[in-house]
């Protein structure tokens, strides 16, 4: 698994850099990344084929509209490092 979430967070931070914000990246299954550009990414992945999961249903309150849930565990690094670069496709 440390092989997919290095594969993941080397991913975002090369498509994204600082633009990104990443949490949960010490442990588990899943990150927890914050887009600024909520809207450009979730039309990226709309149109290449990217399941994006908000984190919306895990907030008592109002939770950031930029922000998902991804999960690795399961996802081969190669498919990985794809699904990352078309977020950053319009």
């Not at 990443?22 to 990344?33: F, K, M, N, Q, S």
Request: charged fraction near 30%.
């Amino acid at each position: 698994v440390q092989p997919r979430r290095d594969t993941l967070l080397d991913a975002l931070l090369r498509q994204f850099g600082d633009r990104v914000s990443i949490r949960g990246d010490a442990a588990g299954l899943h990150l927890t990344v914050r887009f600024p550009r909520e809207a450009r990414v979730r039309a990226a992945a709309e149109r290449h084929g990217v399941h994006l999961a908000s984190t919306a249903l895990y907030y008592a309150g109002r939770a950031p509209r930029q922000e998902f849930l991804f999960g690795f565990a399961s996802i081969p690094e190669r498919t990985i490092r794809e699904g990352v670069r078309r977020l950053t496709l319009i």
